[in-house]
């Protein structure tokens, strides 16, 4: 059991700037603010008398804000002994918060980093990345540590849900102005996380070919011009940007792309009927899709296909070059 005890305190006594125990990430909740209007302060926070004689927030640090926003002082709180260890009062902290709500990907990272300065990594995987509804995973924990040095933009998006934090994982080992660059990126057109994922990996990728930051690469003429294309929407702006740094990224594959949709198209294969090219057209073997109903339909596309398939149109398809 915890050695606490109830006191009276002033607002101006806390220790505002003392947050080795604040896993809290995110604006004030209007109905907390609305709830203290209200009815007062329901729950008391729990401090902890430091050896200055100010006192750490342990739990309740929104209650509190909103109570100094508010102007109410004093508060009745319940306070630590200042023998209590700091493993213990973080501890209590997180446990606290985990049993009331689900905390957001920045709040599991500022758990995940202030306990891995108590415990070691074993111990922190296995008791605290399950409470946290993460896989017990070395790498997975790397990546939540590696969240907070992030810009606070966004870490704002991250803890409001509209960035994933995937995306936090795969901007945190670059540079600061490559990283808010691709967020404005990203914020501006409705990618999906996965396509966000590899337009990371794209433009990175060229950029150490071509000797360019992503940021330049994100602010070039010919990406700009679609960006700023406003009269078409969003999302077919979002497709090109795609399709265009992609091309960048591997010009000869997107050009063979490019020479197969052409050459099928004029081949005129019957309906139903779709020429599959092996991966990256490498390799021998290519297949043929069909959809039909019935064995007579069947007959009657293979009968066209084999007659396709004699023409050398068909055979140029595929050659390599």
Known sequence: ML???????????????????LITYGPLP??????????????KPLLQRKSDGLFRIICGSRRLAVCRQLGLSPLSCEVLSI???PVTSLRTAIYDNIAQRV?????????LTKMAKHLNQP?????????????PSDTLCSRYVQLLPLEAPILDAIAEGTL?????????PLERGDRLAFFNFFQELPFSVSVQEELVETVVEIGQRDN???????????????????????????????KQLQARRT?????????????????????????????????PKWSLEFTFAGAEELAIRLRSVARLAEQAKFQRIMERE
Not at 9 to 18: A, K, R
């Open 123 to 135: 111990q922190l995987v296995q008791e605290f990345m399950p409470l946290l509804d993460l896989e």
């Open 3 to 21: 050695d606490k005890e109830s006191y009276s305190i002033q607002l101006d006594e806390v220790d505002w700037n003392d947050t080795s125990c």
């Open 164 to 172: 994933h934090e995937r995306i936090g994982f795969v901007l945190s």
């Open 83 to 85: 023998s209590t260890s």
């Open 212 to 242: 360019f930051t992503p940021r330049q690469i994100l602010d070039s003429a010919e990406v700009n011009d679609l960006r700023r294309a406003h009269k078409r929407p969003a999302r077919q702006r979002a497709q090109q940007i795609r």
């Open 30 to 43: 209007d109905k907390l603010i609305l709830s203290i209007q209200t009815v007062g302060l329901i729950h």
């Open 251 to 283: 010009p000869r594959l997107t050009a063979r792309q490019e020479r197969f949709a052409r050459e099928t198209k004029d081949l005129g294969l019957p309906p139903g009927v779709r020429l599959i090219p092996p991966p990256y057209f490498e390799g």
């Open 103 to 111: 905390l957001n990907p920045v709040e599991k990272s500022l758990v």
